[in-house]
């Protein structure tokens, strides 16, 4: 005989149910868990000029470019997850991703915020993740070094360590960067600091009229900096991407930062 915990005749039945798709009758087969998502990672970050022009277009209304228009930065990160439970972290092959950002300096009503008009992933839980928070996430390939402590094999969190980072597109190199440290620092890099304002947007399939673009922030807990080191940084796009990306290309190349960071993510807001 089969036990009560899993006779359905035993509970009243309210169909499939989930945070997320798919549905099923005890819920777990949803790809995401609830909030809060706890999030540890390695950084690579290059701040960088854009056209201040081309930058205001990607703005919705609501963001203004603020008082440092042309502000941006490339991001690429290796991060570690888990739910409230952590249950995740005895599944490295489904808690780790690597992820590569573009962020551009904005405001919003005289705040500081980033905003975050391209953003690839090369995992399908943080993609579909980042579609629920309002960030344009998409499939890609993203390459970083590592740190190591001992050996030749990779740079060290030291006076000419050379961190690279890469971005690849359907099988196209797209972005590419590399920071030469020269020291710590004390200064964080500003675009990681500020919240990021997405839209949360999703296609109206059923003509119902609703569905329409709201300008979101999600809401970030027990953020932690390592040490933050800093140095000299290299970075291009190349043009395999289209018109609309081409117009980020970077006019100048700032400071690049190695570092490791952690939060965590409870949910989001309207702005």
Not at 11 to 16: E, I
Not at 91 to 99: G, I
Not at 220 to 247: K, M, N, Q, T, Y
Request: aromatic share 10%; proline share 8%.
């Amino acid at each position: 005989m089969l036990s009560t915990s899993h006779d359905r005749s035993a509970v009243p039945s309210t169909g499939p149910f989930g945070y997320s798709l798919p549905l099923s009758p005890s819920g777990q087969a949803s790809m995401l868990t609830p909030p809060p998502w706890h999030f540890s990672g390695e950084v690579i970050m290059v701040e960088y000029r854009v056209d201040p022009a081309a930058a205001a277009r990607f703005l919705p209304p609501g963001l203004t470019l603020g008082s440092d228009p042309g502000a941006a930065a490339a991001v690429f990160a290796e991060w570690q997850w888990c739910s409230a439970s952590g249950e995740e972290l005895a599944e490295p092959a489904s808690n780790q991703f690597a992820e590569f950002l573009v962020l551009i300096g904005c405001e919003r009503e005289g705040v500081p915020v980033a905003r975050c008009p391209y953003a690839w992933v090369d995992q399908v839980v943080p993609l579909v993740r980042g579609w629920v928070q309002g960030m344009p996430k998409q499939f890609g390939v993203v390459h970083q070094s590592r740190a190591t402590a001992v050996g030749r094999g990779g740079p060290r969190l030291a006076p000419g360590g050379r961190f690279h980072g890469s971005l690849s597109v359907n099988g196209r190199r797209a972005v590419e960067a590399a920071v030469t440290l020269d020291g710590r620092t004390e200064t964080k890099p500003f675009l990681h600091t500020v919240p990021l304002a997405h839209t949360l947007v999703f296609p109206d399939w059923a003509s119902t009229g609703t569905g329409q673009p709201t300008l979101v922030a999600s809401e970030v807990s027990d953020v932690e900096f390592s040490d933050i080191w800093r140095g000299d940084a290299e970075l291009e796009f190349l043009d395999v991407l289209g018109d609309d990306f081409a117009e980020l290309f970077p006019v100048a190349t700032g400071d690049g930062y190695v570092f490791s960071y952690s939060e965590t993510l409870r949910g989001g807001r309207i702005l």
